[in-house]
């Protein structure tokens, strides 16, 4: 459908221009005037070639660098519209042709492919208005049933949204400097740690599988389900070899600028193959956009954390909220800020464990080149404990960095690649809590599409 619409709005395009200068009305000459332009005239032909022959990436790059020079032209505007929508900014192709349109209202071109944009932005009532509008000017027949086509797609989307499942699997293998988070130390207070308990590099393996499951009811709302299962193992510290099963399911909405969610989750741990901890919660999103590029969410997470029977001191309650926004500054670039707050509420009287944590975390993630991504988190964590241990209070403060970069697509079609390094720096008032982790990793992905 995608590429049948572009072509029919180079007929209308045509066919509009014809018309205007037949009518002849002052705003319609010099629409066509500017279109004609000397000075523009081989580059609008140069870009219809490069969008005409399936080259939108070409033809964006080439527009966008005439931008402030002609920004405000209806074809100009027209033109990158269609080159952005093509390369998947669907933002920016919005407001270019909603430039256009208002620019030209006649231009019945620039109107079709705005409510293509807006169909798929899944704005589904603002497509399907500027569609029926176009029918009533009787567009030819070809066009007609194009028109019709969308409007009957997005009638259906209302009524019975499809649904996506999206099975993956994962292999991530690479060196840990420290694979069971330990001190570098090898005595405390006098006494010698257990190798098990001294900082232990490794070499590592970890293989995972799971899915997405996306089933949309309406325009507005819809459910989630998402499990996955993984194992790591570690050649050179066995007794932390882990395997993790988890699971979760939403429902999740929209109204014009709100959003929200409403989910629970759970998963089970295990570590050198005995059960190790579990846990269980929900959580509560809501949300608002702010513009086309803003938005902000606040959250509530809580659950409860039980550890094996031999170290069930360790089990706590634990409540999360959190305060977020972000912005995308480029169609496939977006930077989120998100502060975090909570408290671990222990569950064994006596026990030291109970905490109150305060945190925040920046996270950006941009494109580079048409299939890939670079990823960036930096968080801090402080953990506040209100038991003594050994004697004295302690106060934890965790750094962490992740830098990632994301090839998708890579010799076929749902193949990603993605090498990353992790480094977590843990600084505890107790000499024994206080290590620095580095890890070096590759992560094969394969999402069938």
């Known amino acids: 459908m995608k590429t049948a619409a572009t072509w029919a709005c180079r007929v209308i395009l045509l066919m509009s221009l014809v018309s205007l200068a037949a009518a002849g009305p002052a ?3 010099e629409t066509i005037r500017l279109a004609s332009s000397s000075n523009a005239r081989d580059l609008y032909l140069q870009a219809e070639n490069l969008l005409a022959g399936g080259h939108a990436r070409n033809a964006y790059e ?9 920004v405000g032209n209806p074809y100009f505007d027209y033109l990158l519209g269609v080159a952005a929508l093509d390369t998947g900014r669907t933002g920016e192709a919005i407001l270019s042709l909603q430039r256009a349109a208002a620019a030209a209202p006649e231009f019945a071109g620039a109107r079709m492919e705005l409510a293509r944009a807006h169909f798929e932005a899944r704005e589904y009532d603002a497509a399907r208005a500027i569609f029926v509008d176009l029918l009533a000017e009787n567009p030819p ?6 028109i019709d086509s969308y409007i009957g797609a997005i009638d259906s989307r209302l009524t019975s949204p499809p649904h996506r499942f999206a099975p993956y699997a994962e292999l991530l293998a690479g060196y840990d400097s420290n694979a069971n988070g330990s001190t570098d130390d090898q005595q405390f207070m006098g006494f010698t740690l257990s190798p098990e308990n001294q900082a232990t590099d490794s070499a590592f393996i970890e293989a995972a599988a799971g899915f997405d499951w996306n ?4 325009a507005t709302f819809g459910w989630f389900l998402g499990a996955r299962a993984s194992y790591r193992d570690n050649p050179d510290a066995a007794f932390v070899d882990a395997g993790l099963v988890s699971g979760l399911a939403s429902a999740n909405w929209r109204s014009g600028a709100f959003f929200g969610k409403l989910g629970v989750n759970a998963y089970g741990a295990t570590r050198d193959g005995k059960s190790n901890e579990t846990y269980g919660g929900a959580e509560i999103l809501l949300g608002r956009n702010i513009g086309d590029r803003w938005d902000v969410s606040a959250g509530l997470r809580s659950g409860a954390l039980r550890y094996d029977e031999s170290i069930e001191v360790l089990d706590v309650n634990r409540t999360l909220y959190s305060l977020g926004t972000s912005f995308q500054f480029a169609p496939r670039g977006r930077i989120a800020f998100e502060f975090v ?9 006596g026990s030291p464990y109970g905490n109150s944590k305060v945190g925040g975390r920046i996270a950006l993630r941009t494109a580079i080149g048409e299939s890939s991504f670079f990823q960036a988190t930096a968080g801090s964590l402080t953990s506040d404990y209100d038991g003594l241990f050994f004697g004295s209070r302690r106060k934890d403060r965790q750094d962490s960095v992740l830098l990632q970069l994301e090839i998708n697509d890579v010799w076929t079609t749902g193949l990603t690649l993605a090498p990353r390094l992790r480094y977590i720096d843990n600084d505890s008032d107790i000499a024994l809590y206080s290590y620095d982790r580095t890890e070096f990793g590759l992560l ?5 599409q």
Not at 62 to 70: A, F, H, I, V
Not at 141 to 146: C, E, K, N, W, Y
Not at 444 to 448: E, G, L, Q, S, Y
Request: glycine content about 8%; overall charge negative; cysteine-free.
């Open 141 to 146: 027949d070809g066009i007609r049933q194009l």
């Open 341 to 349: 707050g909570g408290d671990d509420n222990a569950q064994q009287t």
């Open 215 to 218: 089933l949309p009811r309406s």
């Open 27 to 29: 705003n319609a000459q």
């Open 62 to 70: 080439l527009l966008r660098s005439y931008e402030p020079d002609l």
């Open 444 to 448: 094969i992905r394969w999402a069938p």
